[in-house]
């Protein structure tokens, strides 16, 4: 069996750490470097649920795309939500490692995980890393589809794919108009609006898109949203993931177990349909 520093090695040349953003906190926030590693839970965010399904699991890795701190700390404290994470995860002998935006814009990446789900086929990145010399390296993904379909329809197609949430699934745009190329960004997009106008695709899919921007958005140009659950449109790429490290154990004969979690972990609990209010 191999040891964490071997299966972190093996992470890190699926993701670089330093392809991060400057302002990441991506790589092993705990850890022995000598421990055995038999079993790898994969989740989007490191929250206390996810780990107590690690305990229960009886993993020795956690690997999530969101940071534990992302903004640095001054205490782990188990007093605060946070701290209790680390110390569950330490007095359980579980490593927490973390790929984030290097895991965004890597290939495979994060929206490359987002468009097959979709099924859609991609063509390129949205914003290519010029770092690059294939192309084939950045954030987002142009894609398209292989029929044109409703807008409606697209629609209906990423909530039947995508993991059920509170959320569900908004949409701006003519309900009727055809879809024959789409953006998808996996997390937050709605900063990169001018790279999917300048994409000229017929719809986005994306999260957490804020009203201003959208509202611009749909201004500018007849362009289709599509807004998912945060947690919906990455959690994908944790089947990606646990394939990838599946085919490197395989590989090297390391017999890992490799899971993917079945935790919800979106923030948002229930929603209501507004009947409205008079106006």
Known sequence: MPRLSEVITALDALWPPERAEQWDAVGTV??????????????????????????????????????????????????????????????????????????DTADPGVSDALAGALDLRVVRPLVPDASDANGRRGLGRVCELDRPETLRDFAARAAKRLPATAHGIRVAGDPDALVRTVAVSGGSGDSLFDQVRAAGVDAFVTADLRHHPASEATQHSPLGLVDAAHWATEWPWCEQAAAQLDEISDRHGWDLRVHVSTTVTDPWSSHHDSPGAPN
């Open 30 to 103: 705990c850890g022995e470097p000598d421990a055995a590693v038999t079993r790898v839970l994969f989740a989007v965010d490191p929250v206390q649920d996810v780990v107590d399904e690690a305990v229960r699991l009886g993993a020795d890795l956690l690997v999530t795309h969101h940071p534990l701190y992302l903004r640095g700390t001054t205490t782990v404290a188990a007093g605060h939500f946070k701290g209790r994470v680390v110390h569950t995860l330490i007095k359980n002998d579980i490593a927490l490692h973390v790929a984030h935006t290097n895991a």
